[in-house]
């Protein structure tokens, strides 16, 4: 058994690779980008998460009273290149997930490289983060952060 | 990568194992024991899911208009025997789901020794499966069932 090969497979089913928009006016570019790589499960499953969250070494888990589901979410630029996505590499994705998976390494690395902050580079990231997550449903619309993006200069 | 335990990380939090009963007055215990191992993929994963398939070399896929999934089901009791259950005693499951796989493991050998015939059996088996997929719903209450069996006499 091949816990690495395992958890690629836990996350090809479970897991969810996102980056997210939020509007704020103190930003230059009037955008904040959030990439975050997560796994939720129901309480039952906590002791998965838990051994998930070890084996990755980063991120950190919490508990929705909601759902009642546990999620394990890196959200550190520095974590997501230079531990989540490197596992991905070796261990890639089998599913239609991968799609999404290069997508976010590819937004990521532009991130990491801070080439979100420039105009034509952040009208890349929205779009492109665009065609992830088919079965998402998002808080803006993609022409509405185009068009703060428009209003700004940067 | 190793596919085998890749494959083990995907069931453990989309595959399902399952022992389902149905009422049936033709059989001299009065109840139908059915096992099944299966997994269901939004259509837009379908390649996985035939991947998986071709993989275990056994069981059928089937498209659901419903819900738009692909299902890969294994129902003989003869391939969940040999290449199901064999595979993960081989490759474990790591989360809560191996509760379930034990139990399921545990009947379909008692189903392939045909003891599921023996009312003692068959109360067992009953007893065993409600203990599993915490999280599902069964068409039939429990007591139901074993009052069934009470009045048949096998």
Redesign the interface.
């Known amino acids: 058994?091949?816990?690495?090969?395992?958890?690629?497979?836990?996350?090809?089913?479970?897991g969810c690779f996102l980056i997210s928009f939020n509007k704020r006016s103190k930003l230059k570019s009037g955008i904040e980008v959030r990439p975050s790589f997560s796994i939720s499960?129901?309480k039952?499953?906590k002791?998965?998460v838990e051994?998930i969250h070890g084996f990755f070494r980063c991120g950190a888990m919490r508990f929705s009273r909601r759902d009642e589901n546990y999620k394990f979410e890196v959200r550190s630029i520095h974590d997501l290149c230079t531990r989540i996505i490197p596992h991905f590499k070796?261990?890639?994705l089998?599913?239609?997930k991968q799609n999404d998976f290069q997508i976010f390494a590819e937004i990521c690395d532009l991130i990491y490289q801070s080439k979100h902050l420039n105009s034509k580079h952040l009208r890349h990231i929205i779009t492109e983060s665009y065609r992830m997550n088919?079965?998402g449903t998002r808080r803006y619309k993609q022409a509405e952060l185009l068009r703060i993006l428009d209003e700004m200069k940067i």
């Open positions: 058994m091949d816990f690495a090969s395992f958890v690629t497979g836990f996350v090809d089913g479970e499960q129901h039952r499953n002791k998965l051994k070796q261990f890639p089998q599913g239609k088919e079965s």
